[in-house]
């Protein structure tokens, strides 16, 4: 099979300096700050940007994200790239976990589980991924993903464990 080389495609994006979120997640807590970033009143992630993940609903201990597969988040066989799709679900759990904190707390992902049920394309359509925690403690928390499109078919699920860091009293 030959190849035509000469159909290229170019992608730009922009996003604002990540460490005035940073700054802004150390003073509020972590349902505060993603309700502020829905307002516009606290930059987006650049990870956000660079993938084109939406934030649709956020509520204590659950956030959905939503996401358009493109060409551009293709691997060599023509689907979806497994790590946008665990980048994806690590950021829905990751996230769900930090609506549960405390403003000056901070948490970081301690491992990720990642099933690949069924491929993405940019046929797909729009998906949604929902981060939900299971158990958030003192210093460890656990949550869960489900990544699916409008008719509720499956194509990933994860888990997670996150440390939790707490503020010094």
């Not at 650049?46 to 956030?63: H, N, Q, S, T, Y």
């Not at 997670?160 to 010094?168: A, D, L, S």
């Amino acid at each position: 099979m030959e190849v035509d080389n000469t159909v290229s495609r170019t992608r730009t994006f922009s996003w604002q300096d990540p460490l005035l979120g940073a700054k802004a997640a150390k003073s509020m807590s972590g349902l505060e700050f993603f309700k502020a970033i829905g307002r516009g009143e606290v930059p987006r992630p650049p990870i956000m940007e660079a993938l084109e993940f939406e934030a649709l609903e956020v509520e204590e201990g659950r956030i959905v994200f939503s996401f358009i597969p493109a060409e551009y988040h293709y691997n060599p066989i023509g689907s979806v790239h497994g790590g946008v799709i665990a980048t994806l679900c690590d950021s829905a759990m990751g996230c769900a976990v930090h609506t549960t904190l405390p403003a000056g707390a901070g948490y970081s992902s301690l491992e990720i589980k990642v099933n690949f049920v069924k491929a993405l394309t940019r046929d797909t359509g729009r998906v949604y991924c929902e981060g939900k925690v299971i158990q958030a403690g003192g210093r460890i928390a656990t949550a869960e993903a489900r990544l699916v499109d409008a008719k509720g078919t499956l194509y990933s699920h994860a888990t997670t464990t996150c440390i939790i860091f707490r503020p010094e009293r």
